[in-house]
């Protein structure tokens, strides 16, 4: 059962679990000593005790969600705790961050929160994303909101059987008057890259495509072009269309840090859309008049910072290592994950966990990119292509078979 109480000195209202009964913490407004009701009514602590755990809800809401998330935040009050400019947590900064990003894109950008979360997820933990999506979704229109709202260039290719290695990273030119070559870069420079239906493309272009998205740079005739700091690259696959197509490498979906699925939007949310196009206007009008930028690229690194420090109890590594595992030991699967899965997941829970306002990981955070992390990493087996088995369900039933550590 979950306990409400409150700080005698601020009047914050606090509910945590019932585990925590008769332990002291420390408001996180003011700082004073709160004494949780119930429980062993021993002596306090000399220093007041840890911080109340984060991610409370009002006494009038529900319980927290997922199994000791307030325990998982004790735990974490053992390790330094890391500050923020203001002298606080760093990481509900990045949840006020991404609450400022937000709430200028949905002036535009109409539903796919999913998407829009797992972007930025992405982002944060500084890693890529492959979007499998039929056209017409907004997925150029997200890549253009994201470049305004965070005040990074932003740029699209449309991948085609005839592109070339050079028409994405440049090429070097001559020129007649000066006697020298100079570099003309390509679409490639950018700071937010949409690589549109990425799989119409040969294996040569996804070879050029692979070193950009490991190492954020270009080699063009032995040099090389470092690409502007944050990177994001947004690849596109049709899931229906195969005709003209080639399959990505085994080695380039690995660079995805997830795999995010966008579905049509619900009823209402398509009004919503029709509702955009009334009245003379159109989403890019809107874009150029109502939405703001509110950050700046410099603020989007030390955001990936601050994710960074973001702790991981070495239970919940266990954790996530035993789900990692488990997926080469599963009968539907040929080929499993690799160890850099593990690695996608603990980056992408960590964000998830700053975006939540706090400076741990619970497993609530991992359970929820595991998916995204994993999809584009296993490989069915024949048979079950044959039975019409889906990745999805499959690791999802493989999820939760693995034991959720408890403390």
Request: glycine share 10%; charged share 25%.
């Amino acid at each position: 059962m979950p306990i409400s109480f409150e700080c005698e000195r601020c009047r914050r209202r606090y509910q945590v679990d019932d585990a925590l009964a008769g332990t002291q913490v420390r408001c996180k407004d003011c700082r004073q000593p709160i004494r949780i009701p119930g429980g062993d009514e021993s002596p306090s602590t000399q220093h007041g005790g840890p911080e109340v755990p984060g991610d409370e809800t009002p006494a009038t809401g529900p319980a927290l969600r997922g199994p000791g998330v307030e325990e998982w935040a004790v735990a974490s009050e053992a390790r330094p705790e890391e500050e923020g400019p203001g002298g606080g947590p760093s990481s509900p900064q990045v949840s006020e961050w991404a609450d400022r990003v937000r709430g200028q894109i949905d002036k535009v950008y109409v539903g796919q929160r999913s998407l829009v979360r797992g972007v930025l997820l992405a982002l944060l933990a500084g890693g890529h994303v492959l979007i499998e999506s039929v056209p017409g979704l907004g997925k150029t229109l997200l890549v253009r909101v994201l470049g305004r709202v965070l005040g990074c260039d932003f740029n699209r290719i449309q991948f085609t059987p005839d592109l070339m290695p050079s028409d994405i990273t440049g090429t070097s030119i001559f020129e007649e008057h000066t006697g020298a070559f100079r570099f003309r870069p390509g679409p490639v420079f950018t700071q937010l890259l949409l690589a549109d239906e990425i799989n119409r493309s040969p294996a040569k272009t996804h070879a050029a495509l692979l070193e950009i998205m490991q190492e954020a740079r270009v080699t063009v005739d032995g040099r090389a072009h470092v690409l502007p700091p944050p990177f994001l690259v947004m690849a596109t696959q049709n899931p229906i269309e195969s005709e003209g197509t080639y399959n990505l490498p085994e080695a380039q979906l690995d660079r995805f840090l997830f795999k995010l699925v966008a579905d049509y939007p619900s009823a209402r949310e398509e009004t919503d859309i029709l509702r955009l196009h009334t009245g003379g206007r159109s989403p890019e009008t809107i874009l150029e008049d109502r939405v703001a930028t509110v950050t700046d690229p410099g603020e989007v690194l030390r955001m990936q910072r601050r994710c960074g420090e973001v702790l991981a109890d070495d239970r919940l590594l266990d954790y996530i290592a035993a789900v990692v595992r488990r997926t080469r030991e599963w009968p539907s699967f040929s080929i499993g994950a690799s160890p850099r899965a593990g690695v996608a997941i603990l980056l992408g829970a960590r964000a998830s966990a700053a975006l939540e306002g706090r400076d741990y990981v619970v497993p609530d955070d991992v359970i929820e990119v595991a998916l995204p992390a994993l999809r584009h990493r296993v490989i069915l087996t024949p048979e079950a292509e044959i039975e019409g088995r889906k990745i999805d369900d499959l690791l999802g039933e493989l999820i939760r078979t693995v034991e959720v550590p408890r403390k």
